[in-house]
């Protein structure tokens, strides 16, 4: 059981550059989040996926798109890089019925934008 | 909108207790979490307890909730050097239910 797993671990973009973020999850879960964690503004919510084939905007979804590929995996996109997407980036997932909903996290992308 | 406090900082000595305090104003929540941020880590899901609880324990943790006043607190028992992290809690809304509202975070160091 591998749990989260997220690639890359670490990614330096100049502005203006594209790039994908993967997220695979084999637990089963329903639900699939995206975040970002920035020091002094903790976790914020980009986007989640509450089941197959739905995506739903988090608080800070602008520069972002995303993608339901099946129930195991949840992409991340940056169409245009900014210096301001800058930070660590986590996928998460749940479901109700494993320890009350309570978010299974992967090890974060750390992302530099130049 | 709904908000959950967290002091940032705690320090104790190895072997004490620790105590780390949580606020939230959501008064439809179902679910309180607590995880734990080891460094360049993800976040770890600790322990949940169901809002209708008023306690949970689970080995050296204790989770305590007081409903009315909308206050949460994790207790480690013998807290040792491998405890020292940042600790978040988090709540679920209980209208929406896949929104999650994480604090802060407290970072707790633990003295030799």
């Known amino acids: 059981n591998a749990g989260v797993t997220q690639t890359p671990k670490f990614q330096v973009l100049k502005t203006g550059q594209s790039m994908t973020l993967q997220c695979a999850q084999d637990?089963?879960?329903?639900?699939m989040y995206w975040y970002r964690q920035d020091p002094g503004m903790g976790l914020r919510l980009i986007y989640y996926?509450?089941?197959?084939?739905?995506?739903d905007k988090g608080e800070v979804p602008n520069g972002y798109n995303v993608s339901r590929l099946n129930k195991r995996e949840f992409s991340l996109r940056l169409e245009s890089a900014a210096p301001s997407q800058t930070s660590v980036y986590f996928c998460?997932?749940?479901?109700?019925?494993?320890?009350?909903?309570?978010?299974?996290f992967g090890p974060g992308t750390r992302l530099t934008v130049l | 909108g709904e908000d959950v406090e967290q002091s940032l900082f705690l320090s104790v000595r190895e072997g004490d207790s620790s105590v780390i305090n949580c606020t939230y104003t959501?008064?439809?929540?179902?679910?309180l979490y607590w995880y734990k941020q080891e460094p360049g880590a993800g976040l770890q899901l600790l322990t949940y307890?169901?809002?209708?609880?008023d306690m949970k324990q689970d080995q050296r943790l204790t989770v305590l909730l007081n409903k009315k006043d909308k206050h949460l607190s994790l207790r480690i028992a013998d807290t040792q050097t491998g405890d020292s992290a940042i600790y978040f809690c988090?709540?679920?809304?209980?209208?929406?239910?896949?929104?999650?509202?994480f604090g802060p975070g407290t970072s707790l160091s633990v003295i030799p």
């Open positions: 998460a997932s749940s479901d109700t019925l494993d320890q009350g909903g309570g978010q299974y």
């Open positions: 637990m089963n879960h329903n639900s």
């Open positions: 996926s509450a089941s197959e084939g739905t995506t």
């Open positions: 959501d008064s439809s929540s179902t679910y």
């Open positions: 307890i169901f809002s209708n609880m």
């Open positions: 988090a709540e679920r809304d209980g209208t929406s239910y896949d929104k999650v509202i």
